[in-house]
């Protein structure tokens, strides 16, 4: 299995860190993490992505106002500007690496993200998978409020009852929920990461894409989510699979947020298979 290196990228006035792989290969896809507390694009991607290497070139950057990208001194005061923000990052990391089209991989505030982008510059995006996708239009689930407001009582055992409530069943976690909360609540509590996620939680995350632009996306479209997902109902994805024109919806049954943990073999055949259809 191919292997996954770290480097900081120059995009605009500061360094992206980006986590590479299969450089060799032609096609490119690129892989946008989600925004839990402490979230980084190897803890939303570690497990699966060495395995895409062997016949994409692989991208997972570190999101502005995450992990150990620079933060913003100033950061934007609500999430409009902080997805601004992220579509130019994203924008100067492919000129910086002559990357004229990619693919896209979305989970969460990424799959936003991923929206916000083919919204913006679709010319330079072929295949789209959102998994588990912030931007429809959903009402806020008590967990997405703790999640949001996590800094008002950060404590270890907040933390870690995110992520038991991010799956369906913690017994996926196995023994790997204390070092996962113990490796995530360093992450958090450092202190450039806090200040760029409260300044995204001042107010109520705003990140609804307009069924105006969903259904000018001609992009082919692979949504995946799991049924029990507490955080970003599959609701949203239903929502999108009625404006999106060129779409496929898969739903997985006892599943929670992440699809990638739940059901790794699955999304693995899944991406690979909608990746590698004929355009």
């Not at 505030?109 to 931007?135: C, H, K, Q, W, Y």
């Not at 994805?237 to 060129?246: D, E, G, R, T, V």
């Amino acid at each position: 299995m191919s292997m996954i290196s770290t480097r900081k990228i120059r995009t605009g006035s500061y360094e992206t860190v980006l986590h590479e792989g299969g450089e060799q290969n032609k096609e490119t896809v690129i892989f946008l993490h989600g925004g839990g507390p402490g979230a980084t694009a190897m803890s939303n991607w570690k497990d699966v992505l060495p395995t895409f290497c062997d016949r994409y070139h692989v991208l997972a950057p570190d999101i502005r106002g995450f992990g150990s990208t620079d933060h913003p001194e100033e950061p934007p005061t609500d999430m409009l500007g902080w997805m601004r923000q992220r579509v130019n990052q994203i924008a100067a990391l492919m000129d910086e690496l002559g990357i004229d089209k990619a693919h896209l991989v979305g989970n969460s505030m990424g799959g936003a993200l991923t929206l916000n982008l083919i919204m913006d510059m679709p010319e330079r995006f072929n295949r789209v998978i959102l998994m588990g996708s912030a931007g429809a239009s959903t009402e806020p689930t008590p967990e997405l409020y703790r999640m949001s407001n996590f800094y008002k009582d950060p404590t270890p055992i907040a933390l870690e009852n995110l992520f038991r409530w991010f799956v369906y069943d913690e017994e996926v976690l196995g023994d790997k929920l204390k070092s996962i909360t113990e490796e995530r609540y360093q992450e958090v509590m450092r202190v450039e990461v806090k200040k760029s996620y409260e300044s995204m939680f001042k107010i109520p995350p705003f990140m609804t894409i307009p069924p105006s632009a969903l259904r000018r996306m001609n992009h082919p479209f692979l949504l995946l989510h799991g049924r029990d997902d507490r955080f970003v109902p599959y609701e949203g994805s239903i929502q999108f699979l009625k404006h999106l024109p060129n779409v496929q919806l898969h739903v997985f049954d006892r599943c929670g947020h992440w699809v990638q943990v739940e059901r790794k073999k699955e999304f693995i055949k899944l991406v690979s298979d909608f990746l590698g259809e004929e355009l």
